[in-house]
């Protein structure tokens, strides 16, 4: 029994033909999912040497390790970044030198990297009573990996690769639910505490010492205007100490939380708020009973008969 064989691929046939805009095909190959996962994997070793492997990493190793890790990442980054950049310049006869400076400025930013990250272990350590340890927080805080590879993302995004940072982000996003652009800015001791249902736009500001909680969206305004807005400040700016409580969702370019104001649980706001305030839903209604006592049956009405 062949199923169809010969009807079903003549259709699917037909049908790359019929269907544009989801094919890709005598192009090239585009960047692997699978290739950029080992990459982010590596990465992390990178970021956080002894956290992320399965052996125990002396400091005699570290440095015959690091030359490898570094020269196998760059090896990769080589092709998946020459891949994304033939999306923009599919002529391009320079690719591989273009590739080559880029991969070795993103390695280069890594110390620099690393140096923020500490501070992100900081301010998670500092600010949540659960946190035992810095161990703790590297290996079982969802933020802190979503964060650690979109401060890598971010320098491929500002150097102008295309694809490759968000595809990097969007790795961190299925791992953790957090779903952080690359294009994002982000300052000194970012903290996302829980972190599940965390998104924050392209053209995000956030500033040092700010802490998110889970659900918290920072978010453009109706998108109607489409391609339109591409490359214009749609996202919101958080200013520095600014707190902002699970279920919280900010919206807009123009909209400014000012320093150590703090946004309370599940608002949905579309306005600027000044330093130093307290923006939280006002009184609402509760209801309580005791579910041990029955509430009084409801007398069906009569239904004469005529």
Known sequence: MDCRQEEIVQRLMASYCEVGGINHVDCGNLPSKKAIA????DLLQVLFPGF?????????????????RVAGMRERLNTEVRRSLRLRD?????????????????????????????????????????ARSFEEIILAYPGLEAIAIQRSAHHLYQAGVPLLPRMMTEWAHSRTGI????????????????????????????????????GVGLVAKSLAAGQALAGKKRHPT???????????????????????????????????????????LGD??????DRKKQEPAKKEPSIGIA
Request: charged fraction near 20%.
């Open 284 to 289: 609402q209604e509760h209801r309580i009973r």
């Open 90 to 130: 599919s002529q391009g006869e320079n690719l591989h030198e273009q590739a080559m400076k880029l991969v070795c400025d993103f390695m280069a930013s890594l110390p620099a990297v690393r140096q923020l990250l500490q501070t992100d272990v900081q301010a998670a350590f500092d600010g949540d009573p659960a």
């Open 179 to 214: 779903d952080i652009h690359p294009g994002a800015k982000i300052g000194s001791h970012f903290f996302i505490d829980h972190g599940t249902g965390v998104v924050i736009g392209e053209t995000s500001e956030i500033g040092a010492h700010v802490k998110l909680y889970q």
């Open 38 to 41: 080992v990459l982010c994997e």
């Open 238 to 280: 958080l200013e520095d100490h600014v707190t902002i409580y699970a279920g919280a969702t900010i919206v807009g370019g123009d909209t400014v939380i000012g320093a150590r104001s703090i946004v309370g649980a599940n608002v949905f706001l579309m306005e600027s708020v000044a330093p130093d305030m307290v923006y939280a």
């Open 52 to 68: 992320f492997s399965e052996d125990a990493l002396t400091s005699q190793d570290l440095e015959l390790l690091t030359h490898e």
